[in-house]
């Protein structure tokens, strides 16, 4: 019940953003948070392919300095775009990570404004955006370019597939730079199942 056209696209998205040296940044809250991490680790050396340029992947959480002198001065809420005014290139792709898709609130008001917040700014500036989502996708569905929406509405269970798509997108990146570096005679590095 997976959305693999969706995955499809998503992989062909990242293959042209390493085609065209973008960069890809990954965003998410809480356990997406850790998500947008090891997907960012992933997609800089899990999806390299010896002897050719990597993939540029960072999440913007990690810079807890960054995002708690955010957090302090402009709010929760612009964590994520504020980085984007600095670093946000065109050609580059925005991954939001989200059980929820922006969907709910809580104590704190409306969940995850600070990815649908981002979104908007990546694609008022003709960015690519992936939603990773669970439960109806959220308004992340409609706002990203490619939602994959995992099809459960139990928050482990979103977030355990979340780390299933990751891991997969990184690997068939890989592949395709692999396929690219072969059709162009290039020697490859042996590649990593």
């Known amino acids: 019940a997976m959305p693999l056209e969706d995955v499809d696209k998503a992989i062909e998205m990242l293959f042209e953003t390493w085609q065209k040296g973008g960069t890809v940044f990954l965003i998410g809250n809480g356990g997406s948070a850790s998500t947008a991490t090891h997907m960012a680790a992933d997609l800089a050396k899990t999806a390299s392919v010896e002897g050719k340029k990597r993939l540029k992947a960072f999440a913007l959480v990690d810079n807890i ?5 955010l957090t302090n001065d402009n709010g929760w809420e ?10 946000f290139r065109q050609g580059d792709v925005v991954i939001a990570f989200s059980e929820h898709g922006g969907a709910g609130k809580d104590k704190a008001g409306a969940w995850s404004q600070n990815l649908t917040k981002a979104i908007n700014y990546a694609n008022e500036r003709g ?3 992936i939603g990773m989502a669970g439960f109806d996708g959220g308004a992340m569905k409609s706002l990203c370019t490619v939602a994959v929406v995992v099809p459960a509405e139990s928050t482990p269970q979103v977030e355990s597939f979340h780390v299933w798509v990751e891991h997969l997108l990184s ?3 890989r592949d ?6 072969k059709s162009k005679g290039n020697a490859v590095g042996s590649l990593r199942v």
């Open 171 to 173: 690997v068939l990146v």
């Open 78 to 87: 612009n964590i994520y775009v504020e980085q984007l005014m600095t670093y």
């Open 127 to 129: 960015a690519k955006t």
């Open 65 to 69: 300095p960054m995002v708690s002198a």
């Open 176 to 181: 395709r730079i692999a396929e690219e570096a």
